[in-house]
Nanobody, 114 residues
Framework: VQLVESGGGLVQPGGSLRLSCAAS????????MAWYRQAPGKERELVAG????????NYADSAKGRFTISRDNFKNTVFLQMNSLKPEDTAVYYC????????WGPGTQVTVSS
């Protein structure tokens, strides 16, 4: 199993980013997936989950109304569109299975700062 996140960067408050996670080594379309994040000094937390067929499962309260999770089962990729970003969204973002984890990928750093 390999999970490779990308799309992070430095963005000003109020800005947007679209994260991507390329998955390989398993039958991607069979598994619900999720995005997680870990801020400095904090535990990793669930941001958003999506079923194997693309239905949203849930969002963290902090992400509701601002983030959208989606997937492309033909490209074995899961996405996280993040709008109206806030400094408290600063974290390393990871993708993985929903609530059942494979080895974590390297993550992608998101920094929201003016």
């Amino acid at each position: 199993v390999q999970l490779v996140e990308s799309g992070g960067g430095l963005v000003q408050p109020g800005g947007s980013l679209r994260l991507s996670c390329a998955a390989s080594g398993f039958t991607f379309r069979n598994y619900p997936m999720a995005w997680y994040r870990q801020a400095p000094g904090k535990e990793r937390e669930l941001v958003a989950g999506i079923t194997s067929v693309g239905k949203e499962i849930n969002y963290a309260d902090s992400a509701k109304g601002r983030f959208t999770i989606s997937r492309d089962n033909f490209k074995n990729t899961v996405f996280l569109q993040m709008n109206s970003l806030k400094p408290e969204d600063t974290a390393v973002y990871y993708c993985n299975r929903y609530n059942v984890f494979w080895a974590w990928g390297p993550g992608t750093q998101v920094t929201v700062s003016s």
